[in-house]
């Protein structure tokens, strides 16, 4: 059964923070992504990667950007928080489709 | 890009009666279409999913049909009970690079079952 595990279920940060959140996954699969869900608005992918080192924007890259060194670690990076990215922020993984996710990290920005 | 509409955003059924949830899509190029569910405080987890080479695929007490002509796909759950509570979300998969796929959800489905 794969496991993608994030490390944080709760962060609070204050506005102006650089803020990483961590995705690790232990199936070996190829691609990894970040969404965003807020009420009302589903899923939105924010970035995603299929290969070490390497990433794509995703439909609102903006205000984040990503790092994949590890083809298991995923990482989302706010370079300044604000308060607009209050959000639960989840992680998935797959090898083609089907995707498996994360617990999520419910990021509240003060 | 891809664009998913769902429908309805609430749904409130009674227990043992049907229920029936809608997407539509905007891209023709999108071949794959997998529902989850979410549960309370839980990760979104795949329930069924569907190709675009398919009609219609049945698991159980739930079903996925799919109208490639009109871009259109729905869940349908029959005998319902308690533990279908949650919020349904859609998706419509479209190629990318490698022979990958992404997925772009639909804002979903608060599914209550009344008992």
């Known amino acids: 059964d794969v496991k993608v595990t994030q490390s944080s279920r709760y962060l609070v940060k204050r506005t102006g923070e650089k803020v990483f959140l961590e995705c690790v996954q232990d199936?070996?699969?190829?691609?990894m992504f970040w969404y965003r869900q807020d009420p009302g608005l589903g899923l939105r992918l924010i970035y995603f990667s299929y290969d070490v080192k390497m990433k794509e924007k995703g439909d609102i890259p903006e205000g984040y950007s990503v790092s994949r060194e590890k083809k298991e670690r995923f990482s989302l990076i706010l370079e300044s928080a604000s308060t607009n990215q209050t959000s639960m922020y989840l992680c998935?993984?797959?090898?083609?489709?089907?995707?498996?996710f994360g617990s999520g990290t419910r990021l509240t920005v003060v | 890009g891809e664009n998913v509409e769902q429908h309805p955003s609430t749904l409130s059924v009674q227990e043992g009666d049907s229920a029936v949830i809608k997407c539509t899509y905007s891209d023709s190029a999108s071949n794959y279409f997998p529902w989850y569910k979410q549960e309370l405080g839980k990760r979104p987890q795949l329930i069924i999913d569907i190709r675009s080479n398919v009609g219609e695929k049945k698991d159980q007490r739930i079903a996925v049909t799919l109208n490639k002509t009109a871009k259109h796909f729905s869940l349908h759950i029959t005998e319902t009970q308690p533990e279908d509570s949650a919020v349904y979300f859609c998706?419509?998969?479209?190629?990318?690079?490698?022979?990958?796929?992404?997925?772009?959800f639909g804002t979903g489905t608060r599914l209550t079952i009344i008992p």
């Open positions: 998706a419509a998969g479209t190629p990318a690079n490698f022979g990958n796929e992404k997925l772009t």
């Open positions: 199936m070996d699969h190829e691609n």
């Open positions: 998935a993984s797959s090898l083609r489709v089907g995707y498996t």
